[in-house]
């Protein structure tokens, strides 16, 4: 059972790279969830998906798409990256209570 | 949306002494608190949750009180130690339950 799990763990692009941050999740959880984490800012959530098929912008959704593949995986795209989009990026999902979160990935964009 | 302020941002505190970090959250609607705990490099993870029908939770030496008319909710850690040194967040999840919303964070540092 490896709960929540994330690649890259580590990614450096240069502005305007695309890249997709994959989320897999083996707790047959409904809810996925997708955040940043910048200093002094907290998680801000980015997009979620209550369950599969179904997707929903979150606090900060400009410049990312997102799929839901099936009930494990759910992934976030970066069209064209912006150095403002450095940050770490954390999965999580969720069923009735307790959200669990993947390692993360830190992004740098250059 | 929700709301979710929380104080203070740094806190020091001698080992053995307690520790009191608080959120406020602004809509009446949400119904589940939960504390993450975040060590450097790491990732958030559950210590602690509170749901809207209860107005306290104790696990060992960690504490959660919600007061839901004044919309805020503390966490408390008794007896600190070292290792309770970590960034703490406080959460609030709407009555969708489809989104959590975090506070900025409490960076707590224990002296031994």
């Known amino acids: 059972n490896a709960g929540v799990t994330q690649t890259p763990k580590f990614q450096v692009l240069k502005t305007g790279q695309s890249m997709t941050l994959q989320c897999a999740q083996d707790?047959?959880?409904?809810?996925m969830y997708w955040y940043r984490q910048d200093p002094g800012m907290g998680l801000r959530l980015i997009y979620y998906s209550a369950s599969e098929g179904t997707t929903d912008k979150g606090e900060v959704p400009n410049g990312y798409n997102v799929s839901r593949l099936n009930k494990r995986e759910f992934s976030l795209r970066l069209e064209s990256a912006a150095p403002s989009q450095t940050s770490v990026y954390f999965c999580?999902?969720?069923?009735?209570?307790?959200?669990?979160f993947g390692p993360g990935t830190r992004l740098t964009v250059l | 949306g929700e709301n979710v302020e929380q104080h203070p941002s740094t806190l020091s505190v001698q080992e053995g002494d307690s520790a009191v970090i608080k959120c406020t959250y602004s809509d009446s609607a949400s119904n589940y608190f939960p504390w993450y705990k975040q060590e450097l490099g790491k990732r958030p993870q559950l210590i602690i949750d509170?749901?809207?029908?209860?107005g306290e939770k104790k696990d060992q030496r960690i504490a959660v009180t919600l007061n839901k008319t004044a919309k805020h909710f503390s966490l408390h850690i008794t007896e600190t130690q070292p290792e309770d040194s970590a960034v703490y967040f406080c959460?609030?999840?709407?009555?969708?339950?489809?989104?959590?919303?975090f506070g900025t964070g409490t960076s707590l540092t224990v002296i031994p």
């Open positions: 707790m047959n959880h409904n809810s």
């Open positions: 959460a609030a999840r709407g009555l969708t339950g489809n989104q959590f919303y």
């Open positions: 999580a999902s969720s069923e009735v209570g307790e959200q669990f």
């Open positions: 509170i749901r809207s029908n209860v």
